[in-house]
């Protein structure tokens, strides 16, 4: 069950949560919601998702591998929260969580009373405007619980700054 949203009340900030990734197109996400978040008063959180390994058989590769995923999280969100501040001066919230993505993003939505947008960016490629997209904007958009932005990926960092 959704709790419900608490962004506009005394003591909260609205939300703007970006999917971190490593596609091209997540920077426009990032740019988008770190200006929105700046020019309405509001906050950035930042979620990357790491997909479960499949040697859950073999502990020791297990662990490993979960250790280098977490590293590259850690990197990859470190890169795009620098990102964030010199776009906006925002300082994000940065949260790593283990799982499906779609799955994930709901499960944060669920938890998170403030976080009131989700934004992401369609890629650029012929094959469509990416699988997160296409996933969360496709058959769950008519219940998912807060509203979608989707950044269209070929916006240039002007572009973007002009309609945030």
């Given at each position: 069950m959704l709790k419900p949203r608490k962004s506009t009340e005394k003591g909260h900030k609205r939300k703007f949560l970006v999917v971190i990734d490593d596609t091209p197109e997540c920077s426009r996400a990032v740019i988008y919601a770190a200006r929105r978040a700046e020019r309405t008063g509001g906050a950035l959180a930042m979620l990357y998702v790491i997909v479960p390994a499949e040697f859950q058989h073999w502990i020791g590769v297990?662990?490993?591998?979960?250790?280098?995923?977490?590293?590259?999280?850690?990197?990859?969100?470190?890169?795009?929260?620098?990102?964030?501040?010199?776009?906006?001066?925002?300082?994000?919230?940065?949260?790593?969580?283990?799982?499906?993505?779609?799955?994930?993003?709901?499960?944060?939505?669920?938890?998170?009373?403030?976080?009131?947008?989700?934004?992401?960016?369609?890629?650029?490629?012929?094959?469509?405007?990416?699988?997160?997209?296409?996933?969360?904007?496709?058959?769950?958009?008519?219940?998912?619980?807060v509203p979608i932005t989707i950044v269209p990926g070929t916006l240039d960092d002007d572009a973007i700054k002009a309609l945030a």
């Open positions: 297990e662990n490993i591998m979960r250790a280098e995923a977490m590293e590259a999280a850690e990197e990859t969100l470190g890169r795009f929260a620098d990102f964030a501040r010199d776009a906006a001066g925002t300082e994000p919230q940065m949260v790593i969580r283990e799982g499906g993505r779609a799955d994930e993003i709901a499960k944060l939505i669920a938890e998170d009373e403030d976080i009131a947008v989700l934004v992401l960016a369609a890629g650029t490629e012929n094959e469509g405007p990416g699988p997160l997209v296409t996933a969360i904007a496709g058959k769950a958009a008519s219940t998912f619980p």
